[in-house]
């Protein structure tokens, strides 16, 4: 059971929006900076936001990242069907001592 | 351009050890912590351990403490993974991954992985 609770699946018809939310229970996630990485399956992830909303050099600005109260969540619009992929979210646990990951997001695209 | 190139996979019998090595180019690797994550087949992300850009500390995820033991030769930029006393759910794909910081800012770039799979 993953520290971070993301859905499981979404679905949706390319050109349309989503989003994917990661919630850690009662504790905020705003205490903490998210990232978030894609994950195209067979592949190695790849940093997609981090610090809860900046995008890496190269990635599209059809994806963002936001925080809210015990949610962090990443959007992405105009979707394609290249976007189908593992999204996962990831924060560190200072009383851990740890990298906690949410247990992933596929997306598939329509 | 940032490489992180694995190796040192392969299958194993439980109890045995295996040593994981990560060469990495592209970056000033003696300045940055380095991690390693594994994930098992068709599962999620797991975190496995992190040093410091130094080598001077690490800290490890519950389930590889007092097994696995997280290394590096900055003079090499090579990461090294030593698995001890392996289980066979420690098989998996291993990868590298470079922290943007120390050890908790993200992980900015991922090797291609290495396979490991403990069996009899």
């Known amino acids: 059971q993953s520290v971070l609770t993301q859905p499981p699946s979404v679905s949706a018809a390319p050109g349309q929006s989503i989003t994917i939310s990661c919630s850690r229970g009662s504790s905020s996630v705003g205490e903490t900076f998210i990232s978030w990485y894609l994950q195209v399956a067979g592949t190695a992830p790849k940093l997609l936001i981090h610090d809860n909303e900046k995008r890496p050099s190269g990635i599209p600005d059809r994806f963002s990242g936001s925080r809210s109260g015990t949610s962090a969540t990443l959007g992405i619009t105009g979707l394609q069907t290249g976007d189908e992929a593992t999204y996962f979210c990831?924060?560190?646990?200072?009383?851990?001592?740890?990298?906690?990951f949410g247990g992933g997001t596929k997306l598939t695209v329509l | 351009q940032v490489q992180l190139v694995e190796s040192g996979g392969g299958v194993v019998q439980p109890g045995k050890s295996l040593r994981l090595s990560c060469v990495a180019s592209g970056f000033t690797f003696s300045s940055s912590g380095m991690h390693w994550v594994r994930q098992a087949p068709g599962k999620g992300l797991e975190w496995v351990a992190v040093i410091w850009f130094d080598g001077s500390n690490a800290y490890y995820g519950d389930s590889v403490k007092g097994r696995f033991t997280i290394s590096r030769d900055n003079s090499k930029n090579t990461l090294y993974l030593q698995m001890n006393s392996l289980r066979p759910e420690d098989t998996g794909t291993y990868y590298c991954a470079r922290d943007a910081g120390d050890y908790a800012s993200f992980f900015k770039d991922w090797g291609q992985g290495t396979l490991v799979t403990v069996s009899s």
């Open positions: 990831g924060t560190w646990d200072y009383s851990l001592r740890a990298w906690v």
